[in-house]
């Protein structure tokens, strides 16, 4: 009788051990966006230098940055990025993205990345053609080159008036 509790015990524990090793093994992203005002990253000022377009060094960017926090390594496809609003999604084909070619190809576990966009393309695109005291939610999604879609957890509100991107809790 004891005997064959504890092989019943045993093959549950085994069944446990097997679902929680695949969970710590899957593909996992994390996706955070900030608003940068002024001042850009060094990254970002050697890309806009490069394409000629240095009167535009202190516009507000919106940054994604992504962390592979997963054991596996991700293979991003750099052309679907997309950053989502309330009235239109603002992919790859809208505007320029700065720091694509910068994304490690693979995304080991442990590296990030950032990529940006003006703040100023992203609010046209929603429809705000100057100054403005909305507030617009936004969100952002990737996919990898299998297809499996990541997005970000938090939810994010793009405070128009003062340029800044808050998390909710």
């Not at 050697?46 to 919106?62: H, P, Q, S």
């Not at 997963?70 to 989502?84: E, H, R, T, Y």
């Amino acid at each position: 009788m004891l005997l064959d509790v504890m092989g019943v015990l045993g093959f549950i524990l085994s069944i446990v051990i097997f679902i929680i090793t695949r969970l710590e093994r899957r593909k996992t992203l994390v996706l955070d966006l900030e608003c940068i005002c002024g001042e850009l990253s060094q990254k970002f000022k050697r890309e806009i230098e490069i394409d000629g377009l240095k009167n535009v060094l202190k516009e507000d960017m919106i940054v994604i940055r992504g962390m592979n926090t997963g054991q596996q390594a991700i293979v991003l496809d750099k052309n679907s990025f997309k950053i989502i609003g309330p009235k239109k999604n603002v992919d790859i084909n809208y505007t320029d993205w700065f720091g694509l070619k910068d994304i490690p190809h693979p995304l080991n576990p442990g590296e990030s990345f950032e990529v940006g966009i003006f703040e100023d393309c992203f609010t046209y695109a929603q429809g705000y053609k100057g100054f403005s005291k909305d507030i617009i939610p936004i969100s952002v999604e990737v996919s990898d080159i299998q297809d499996k879609l990541y997005k970000n957890k938090s939810k994010y509100k793009l405070f128009l008036e003062v340029g800044a991107i808050k998390r909710q809790c």
